[in-house]
């Protein structure tokens, strides 16, 4: 089992006209987020199905994948890779997050954080120290800082909303969009679970959060708590 056995199957699964929307979608153009990406157009149910079904892939070809400049092949490595945490011994888990870390610079477009950080590291640091998301949540790059909020995604669902609520108070001032949607993401997944913590963290920072931010932090608000929470917002 070799990388180039995954890579034949999403060429089998390619579609150009799927590509070319998620060229635009995922901003490949020059000087956007993710100037450069090529994309086959293979959507996410497939890389998942081919992701359970080359689970067994030793790391070696799964990091030749992850180094690709194709979008699929680093999407179906990642998703390998939570695969393999799920079924792993103590010590294959510690393996397989230390593996991620050491390519975090590949995980370098939002679904790819979004699909795997929760799964991985928020996993394994759910009974071990957090500093780590604390230092991504200071990262120069964009993606670590997005790991860092997406990875308490796994704490919410275990109604612990900690984490989450002190990193989207560090990142209030960031001037990303992809931050601002992931911040208010998981404030507005904090509130499905405990309605009373998110009030309480926008009744302290609404004036000077984001509208982004805002927007999608009450997007389950009724009509006249939204317009109370949108009218001051910066």
Same mark, same amino acid.
């Given at each position: 089992m070799q990388a180039d056995d995954v890579r034949k199957e999403l060429q089998i699964l390619a579609d150009p006209e799927k590509a070319k929307i998620l060229q635009r979608f995922f901003k490949t153009g020059p000087g956007e987020y993710g100037e450069g990406d090529v994309f086959l157009g293979v959507i996410v149910p497939k890389s998942r199905f081919l992701a359970k079904t080359f689970s067994l892939l030793p790391l070696d070809e799964v990091k030749a994948l992850l180094y690709s400049g194709v979008h699929e092949e680093r999407l179906v490595a990642l998703l390998i890779l939570v695969q393999k945490y799920n079924s792993a011994s103590v010590r294959e888990k510690e393996d397989i997050f230390r593996f991620y870390l050491d390519n975090l610079k590949q995980v370098n477009n939002w679904d790819l954080v979004d699909l795997t950080a929760p799964n991985i590291l928020g996993v394994h640091l759910v009974a071990? $120290?957090?500093?780590l998301l604390y230092r991504l949540a200071n990262s120069d790059s964009v993606w670590e800082r997005r790991v860092a909020i997406v990875s308490t995604y796994h704490f919410i669902r275990n109604d612990e909303f900690g $984490?989450?609520?002190?990193?989207? =108070?560090?990142?209030?001032? =960031?001037?990303?969009?992809?931050?601002?949607?992931?911040?208010?993401?998981?404030?507005? =997944?904090?509130?499905k679970r405990d309605l009373a913590a998110e009030k309480a963290f926008l009744d302290e920072h609404y004036r000077v959060m984001p509208r982004t931010m805002l927007r999608y932090a009450v997007e389950r608000f009724p009509e006249s708590k939204k317009r109370y929470y949108m009218k001051i917002a910066r």
């Open positions: 071990k $120290d957090r500093g $984490d989450t609520l002190k990193i989207a =108070e560090m990142l209030l001032h =960031e001037d990303h969009d992809l931050i601002h949607k992931a911040a208010g993401w998981m404030l507005r =997944e904090v509130g």
